[in-house]
């Protein structure tokens, strides 16, 4: 069920799982990592791939009612055993999407429809 939430609510796309929920300081924290089976090298797309330690990274979602919302996800710091190449993956961050005017002028005229 929280693997829906995450993906549908908040965009947290496949190969992270949450491992914990808490509430923090009044703030809901999810705490998500990476499945092994998303590392690839970014230089050659090799999956001969070995974590090298990792650190977290917070990233402030949407709020649920009035509380505040964030994802702790690991960034797995890696290394190629092909190419030897030493790399973060990078964490998802949701897609940008951009607001027109004409954008808003066709919802306004919707809704007062």
Known sequence: M?????????????GYKCVSADYEGGDVVFHLEVEDDQ???IECNSRNVIRKGSRKRR?????IGLKSVYLVTQVPKCECKDCGAKFELPPFLPRHTSTTRSNLKNTRTRSAE
């Open 2 to 14: 929280i693997e829906g939430l995450l993906k549908n609510a908040f965009g947290v796309p496949k």
């Open 39 to 41: 590392l690839a090298c």
């Open 59 to 63: 990233l402030q979602a949407v709020p």
